[in-house]
Structures are given as structure tokens and as C-alpha cells.
């Protein structure tokens, strides 16, 4: 069985760690970007099966990203982790295909929850 692949895009070395961690133990394949340039890189050169997507971030955030990865018909499930959440960028990130929407300080427990769960929904 393939692993999933994650990419967890942060730019928190610590919440890039903390992700690597819990989702290898979980069984997953996992590579980080630590600004959503280097991570735009990696996505125009390997399929991600999920994207863990912080906002604001320097050089180009979240939001930008996935605009960008629309474009290239790139459309990782994708789960926006952000300590900078406002209604206003839930919706344009649902509206851009998001699957969830989490604020950090998160709940590792329940984060990992929201993943298999979106692991399991089926694709359209």
C-alpha cells in the first residue's frame, strides 16, 4: 500500500516538527515548505494527496497558494492550519476548495481526526 502524502507548508519550524512527527507516526509520507514558494516548487513536481496549509506566511501565503495550484489543476485535499483566522479568510478558502479550517492552538488529536476523515471522503 502507498503512503499518503502530506506536505505541510508553515512557516513555525516547531509546527512544521510537530506535523512530521504525528502524521509519520500515523503512517503518512510527509515533506514540509516553510513559506508557500518553496512549497509551490514542491507541488508542480510531485502529486501531494493532502496539503496542510498555513496563512500567513512570508514570501507568498496560503491563500495565494492555492489560488496558484488551481491554476496548475492541482487540487491536494487541502486543511488551512492558522493562527490568523477570520470569517472572512474561512470562507474564501472553502470557496477555493479548502476541505477544513482549523486556529491554532490546535488539539493534535483532533487535527489528526480531521485528516483521516478527509482521507475518507470520497473524490469527485
Do not use: Q, W
Not at 45 to 66: A, I, Q, R, S, V
Request: proline fraction near 3%.
Amino acid at each position: 500500500m502507498n503512503k499518503k502524502k502530506v506536505l505541510v507548508v508553515d512557516d513555525e519550524e516547531l509546527i512544521r516538527g510537530l506535523f512530521k512527527k504525528i502524521l509519520h507516526k500515523e503512517g503518512y509520507a510527509i515533506c514540509t515548505a516553510a513559506n508557500g514558494v518553496l512549497a509551490f516548487e514542491k507541488i508542480k513536481k510531485t502529486d501531494y494527496d493532502m496539503l496542510l496549509l498555513d496563512l500567513k506566511m512570508p514570501k507568498m501565503g496560503g491563500m495565494e497558494l492555492l489560488s496558484r495550484m488551481k491554476k496548475l489543476n492541482k487540487n491536494p485535499i487541502t486543511i488551512v492550519v492558522t493562527g490568523h483566522g477570520t470569517t472572512d479568510t474561512a470562507k474564501k478558502a472553502v470557496k477555493l476548495g479548502c476541505f477544513d479550517y482549523i486556529t491554532k492552538p490546535f488539539n493534535v488529536d483532533d487535527i489528526i481526526v480531521v485528516i483521516k476523515k478527509a482521507f475518507e471522503v470520497p473524490v469527485l
